[in-house]
């Protein structure tokens, strides 16, 4: 009997370690894969944070094939011979694409007046509205809307800049906010609709919408993540469209661009 009890036990601690020795090593090569996909993940944020502006031609043209392909639609030539390249924001080569230089970018963009337009705080009677700013962000998420105002800091310490987005923020708060004078707000579509179909936010002075073409963590961006995408072409058809065609309102791509396979069979045959 005693014999038989050793064996059982001799078996039970053979069994055991072979249990457990595959935990650590498991566990480590998992922390290991999350690691190395988290570190492929800043190297294409540093890549979009570097990338080289695309020119007014190359923004305008993806600009189009999204907005034809997200809605059905096909613009006849004599439609989009109305859509000139200067309706769209052409960006410094030398700055960098990322969230710190969207101020710099910006001031360029406005040119000369950039302060006079972007960073007085008093409300003109029968020349500056309330809640009617020069410049909108617009992008996927709450969390994006703010990092690109911290990049604006520079330009927001001496001006009025409204954060439309709906997480952790009540329209009603908005609302009051935007009865001041606001020259730059920051937010996602579906919020920035709401709010100018209550006319709470105006239009009368945009002059400048910058469109954030950063990825998040899964890859969607403002053009293909569904349910976002859906609500800002909402928001541009309403709003933005005949503007843009007008000649009253410029457009900027800001981050890196999906290059076609067009664009790389051109590069390509201009190398060789």
């Known amino acids: 009997m005693s014999s038989r009890r050793g064996d059982t036990?001799?078996?039970?601690?053979?069994?055991?370690?072979?249990?457990?020795?595959?935990?650590?090593?498991?566990?480590?090569?998992?922390?290991?894969?999350k690691k190395i996909k988290h570190d492929d993940n800043n190297k294409n944020n540093e890549t979009n944070n570097n990338v080289l502006p695309a020119t007014a031609s190359q923004q305008l043209s993806f600009f189009l094939d999204q907005y034809q392909s997200a809605n059905g639609i096909q613009l006849s030539s004599l439609e989009l011979e109305a859509?000139?390249?200067?309706?769209?924001?052409?960006?410094?080569?030398?700055?960098?694409q990322n969230a710190t230089s969207l101020g710099e970018h910006m001031k360029a963009a406005f040119g000369l007046s950039w302060k006079e337009v972007l960073c007085e705080k008093q409300l003109l009677e029968g020349n500056i509205d309330?809640?009617?700013?020069?410049?909108?962000?617009?992008?996927?998420?709450?969390?994006?809307?703010?990092?690109?105002?911290?990049?604006?800091?520079p330009l927001t310490g001496e001006?009025?800049?409204?954060?439309?987005?709906?997480?952790?923020?009540?329209?009603?708060?908005?609302?009051?906010?935007?009865?001041?004078?606001?020259?730059?707000?920051?937010?996602?579509?579906?919020?920035?609709?709401?709010?100018?179909d209550m006319e709470a936010l105006g239009l009368s002075r945009l002059a400048v919408i910058v469109l954030d073409m950063q990825t998040d963590v899964k890859g969607y961006s403002l053009f293909t993540l569904p349910q976002v995408r859906d609500e800002f072409w909402d928001l541009y058809k309403s709003y933005f469209h005949e503007r843009l065609v007008q000649g009253d309102l410029r457009i900027c791509l800001y981050g890196a661009l999906p290059v076609s396979s067009e664009v790389k069979k051109k590069k390509t045959m201009t190398t060789e």
Do not use: W
């Open 130 to 153: 309330p809640g009617n700013p020069a410049l909108l962000i617009v992008s996927l998420s709450a969390l994006r809307s703010l990092e690109l105002l911290r990049g604006l800091r």
């Open 9 to 33: 036990r001799s078996k039970t601690s053979l069994k055991n370690p072979k249990k457990r020795i595959p935990l650590g090593p498991y566990r480590a090569k998992t922390k290991s894969k």
């Open 159 to 196: 001006c009025h800049a409204a954060k439309l987005f709906s997480k952790h923020m009540k329209i009603e708060d908005q609302v009051s906010y935007l009865k001041n004078r606001v020259n730059i707000a920051s937010g996602t579509p579906s919020r920035i609709k709401k709010l100018i």
């Open 83 to 96: 859509i000139k390249d200067t309706c769209v924001v052409e960006l410094s080569e030398g700055l960098a």
